[in-house]
């Protein structure tokens, strides 16, 4: 049976004005119709599908567990069926923050008692910074394929996530893999430090900036083939994605990524985080 779709809005910055400190602190938010629209790019999702994930995380984990990030990041990004190209608006994530999953943004990021203004509205780096952008592109940039069981490594450490989704180096699927496997001590250097990984990727962010990034390994490709419209177009059913565990999860299949091409940036990124862990510095 088909699934119930609503439309999709987007909020406007202006949006921000609302989003005062007695909201932050727990109020309710004042009427959004001047900020809302509908969005163009994104013309329905399953409502009450988000509403059962999100009930069912906020049921797991306690408040400020970041293994909640770990569970639902895989299971939002297979619900919602998006491509990265409407991905990257910032009006529906704020919709998505504000109207559709307040609760979890309240329930995962209240910190003395009061959430961050940044995880609902964006703001500068805005994949991570908003708290529900954070967990679709936290596991469309590092799924290969259709798998998902690499999500695990972006939220349990921070400096894998900050990498992935901050600079645009991360968006690269196979450099994505290939320096969460070496961050995580899953190769041939052990497992780094948050200091240690944050030094890595920003010697991979200056000296990729210098190089052809990919002339290390061809790029991965996100365009959509007919299985993965196959994949756009289901309707996948919350219950099956609750029960269902991190490996037997199926993202599309566009993006997938052959291990020869992971073993190229792993390469490369371990002789860089080799001589970090030996304290050579940069040349």
Not at 160 to 180: I, K, M, N, T, W
Request: include cysteine; charge should be neutral; glycine fraction near 6%.
């Amino acid at each position: 049976m088909a699934t119930d779709r609503v439309p999709a809005f987007e909020l406007s910055q202006d949006v921000a004005r609302l989003v005062t400190d007695d909201f932050l602190r727990g109020a309710n938010l004042a009427d959004l119709s001047d900020f809302r629209s509908k969005s163009t790019e994104i013309t329905a999702i399953d409502r009450d599908g988000i509403l059962r994930l999100e009930d069912e995380a906020l049921s797991r984990f306690e408040p400020a567990d970041a293994e909640c990030d770990t569970w639902l990041s895989p299971r939002l990004h297979c619900l919602l069926r998006l491509t990265r190209r409407p991905a990257r608006i910032p009006g529906f994530w704020r919709w998505m923050a504000l109207e559709v999953m307040p609760r979890y943004v309240r329930h995962r990021w209240t910190k003395g008692g009061k959430v961050k203004a940044y995880r609902f509205l964006g703001g500068s780096n805005f994949l991570r910074r908003n708290a529900i952008s954070r967990l679709w592109w936290g596991a469309e940039s590092i799924r290969n394929g259709p798998d998902y069981r690499e999500t695990d490594a972006i939220f349990r450490y921070s400096g894998v996530e900050q990498y992935v989704l901050d600079l645009r180096f991360g968006h690269l699927r196979p450099s994505a893999l290939a320096f969460a496997k070496v961050a995580t001590g899953r190769s041939r250097v052990r497992e780094l430090k948050f200091e240690e990984m944050k030094e890595l990727s920003k010697r991979a962010n200056l000296l990729l900036s210098g190089t052809a990034l990919e002339s290390l390994a061809p790029p991965g490709h996100d365009e959509i083939s007919e299985p993965d419209l196959r994949w756009l177009r289901d309707d996948p059913n919350p219950e099956v994605l609750i029960k269902q565990s991190l490996a037997d999860l199926r993202g599309p299949s566009d993006g997938r990524v052959a291990d020869e091409e992971i073993r190229d940036y792993e390469e490369w990124f371990s002789e860089v985080a080799t001589d970090i862990v030996n304290g050579k510095s940069a040349t």
